[in-house]
T-cell receptor, first 116, second 114 residues
Framework: DSGVTQTPKHLITATGQRVTLRCSPRSGDLSVYWYQQSLDQGLQFLIQ???????AKGNILERFSAQQFPDLHSELNLSSLELGDSALYFCASSPRGDYQTYNEQFFGPGTRLTVL | DQQVKQNSPSLSVQEGRISILNCDYT??????FLWYKKYPAEGPTFLIS?????DKNEDGRFTVFLNKSAKHLSLHIVPSQPGDSAVYFC?????????????FGKGTKLSVKP
């Protein structure tokens, strides 16, 4: 158990809908990262938050957004869903969020999103 | 363009033998590299890492080698055990910027046969 929790575990929805994925980082970790893993693909970095502020952005679509709350949990919002958004979404956390320290990330179990 | 590449989607090894998983990268600015192991229905789990200033790091049965001139790293598992069967992801981080995110390869599925 990495200490990172994600809810829900599975989500099935229809095209055009909006969903929210939730992540609670390990106790004490300030950084939260979101990754997407599509079929036969590696983990694609979406976005990083550090202590409530957006720190880095990867290949995140404009239809997707995220935030990190004062209690450090994070939510990833996916809207106007398309079939191609079906994927595993992982959240990870780390104590810090910059390159100056070695940055091992601890991953949650993921949320499997299926868009029908 | 993929900055971290794992060119072998799968690898099959006999129990007790050595498993060698390979990874190539294109960005010479990466500061550190990590290997993660992933079982089905679970998130990736950190396995071992190496700083860009080193060429080898060892942890029990796992050793990571880094060849900076070739932009290549490899993970050696000796001896391989059936419980090592999983997908292994190579990841790189730092790249001289201010971001803490990792860039992952597509993974190599290792099967260790009894």
């Amino acid at each position: 158990d990495s200490g990172v929790t994600q809810t829900p575990k599975h989500l099935i929805t229809a095209t055009g809908q909006r969903v929210t994925l939730r992540c609670s980082p390990r106790s004490g970790d300030l950084s939260v990262y979101w990754y997407q893993q599509s079929l036969d693909q590696g983990l694609q970095f979406l976005i990083q938050y550090y202590n409530g502020e957006e720190r880095a952005k990867g290949n995140i679509l404009e239809r997707f957004s995220a935030q990190q709350f004062p209690d450090l949990h994070s939510e990833l919002n996916l809207s106007s869903l398309e079939l191609g958004d079906s994927a595993l979404y992982f959240c990870a956390s780390s104590p810090r969020g910059d390159y100056q320290t070695y940055n091992e990330q601890f991953f949650g179990p993921g949320t499997r999103l299926t868009v029908l | 363009d993929q900055q971290v590449k794992q060119n072998s989607p799968s690898l099959s090894v006999q129990e007790g033998r050595i498993s060698i998983l390979n990874c190539d990268y294109t960005n010479s600015m990466f500061d550190y590299f990590l290997w993660y192991k992933k079982y089905p229905a679970e998130g990736p789990t950190f396995l071992i890492s190496i700083s860009s200033i080193k060429d080898k790091n060892e942890d029990g049965r796992f050793t990571v080698f880094l060849n900076k001139s070739a932009k290549h790293l490899s993970l050696h598992i000796v001896p391989s055990q059936p419980g090592d069967s999983a997908v292994y992801f190579c990841a790189a981080g730092g790249y001289g910027g201010s971001q803490g995110n990792l860039i992952f390869g597509k993974g190599t599925k290792l099967s260790v046969k009894p």
